[in-house]
Antibody
Framework: EVQLVESGGGLVQPGGSLRLSCAASGFSFSRYDMHWVRQATGKGLEWVSGAGISGDTYYPVSVKGRFTISRENAKNSLYLQMNNLRAGDTAVYYC???????????WGQGTLVTVSS | QSVLTQPPSASGTPGQRVTIPCYGS????????VNWYQQLPGTAPKVLIHKNNQRPSGVPDRFSGSKSGTTAFLAISGLRSEDEADYYCAAWDNSLSAYVLFGGGTKLTV
């Protein structure tokens, strides 16, 4: 059974940093692109970053330079290092597996990040 | 503001058919596949339609997808109360501002 379990969320002050983790199991992690998608309370989905199987990484303009996605295939783990956090980054962060393109076929349960003083 | 535009809400009565549009451009919907997600309250999104019109196993055939030019559509026929959820379209974008785009979401009320 495919499972994605996020961790690392919490309360952080504006300007602070946080590192999210996603533990994957039940599939060959190294063979899939992996992504982070976030959702602010009551708002829609927003793609945050992607990590390809070849080590390539992708970001939207809104987080580029502040967020860094990485993966450790030996540990079946995906990470998101978030720096210089802002109130607008407050959201539930989901880890998602990409079967292909934007087909996110499995999602974790999400981890809540709150940026507030 | 999402580059993929959906109406914020839609509604229908049980048994009816509802269509949700997703408006994009040549750099996303016009040149890439569209996927649709259903999100029930308090849960993670679930893929409903992929590659414009393909249903994953387990998704009822009441759900269908289509695409015409730069607009994609999700149709739900034989509406049921359990279809009440948020629906999102998604597509890859060929521009440099964002590679993956989600629509703003449509809240369906049955």
């Amino acid at each position: 059974e495919v499972q994605l379990v996020e961790s690392g969320g919490g309360l952080v002050q504006p300007g602070g940093s946080l590192r999210l983790s996603c533990a994957a199991s039940g599939f060959s992690f190294s063979r899939y692109d992996m992504h982070w998608v976030r959702q602010a309370t009551g708002k829609g989905l927003e793609w945050v970053s992607g990590a390809g199987i070849s080590g390539d990484t992708y970001y939207p303009v809104s987080v580029k330079g502040r967020f860094t996605i990485s993966r450790e295939n030996a540990k079946n783990s995906l990470y998101l290092q978030m720096n210089n956090l802002r109130a607008g980054d407050t959201a539930v962060y989901y880890c998602a597996r990409a079967e292909t393109g934007t087909l996110f076929d499995y999602w974790g349960q999400g981890t809540l990040v709150t940026v507030s003083s | 503001q999402s580059v993929l535009t959906q109406p914020p809400s839609a509604s229908g009565t049980p048994g009816q058919r509802v269509t949700i549009p997703c408006y994009g451009s040549t750099s996303n919907i016009g040149s890439n596949f569209v996927n649709w997600y259903q999100q029930l309250p308090g849960t993670a999104p679930k893929v409903l339609i992929h590659k414009n019109n393909q249903r994953p196993s387990g998704v009822p055939d009441r759900f269908s997808g289509s695409k015409s030019g730069t607009t994609a559509f999700l149709a739900i026929s034989g509406l049921r109360s359990e279809d009440e959820a948020d629906y999102y379209c998604a597509a890859w974008d060929n521009s440099l501002s964002a590679y993956v785009l989600f629509g703003g979401g449509t809240k369906l009320t049955v």
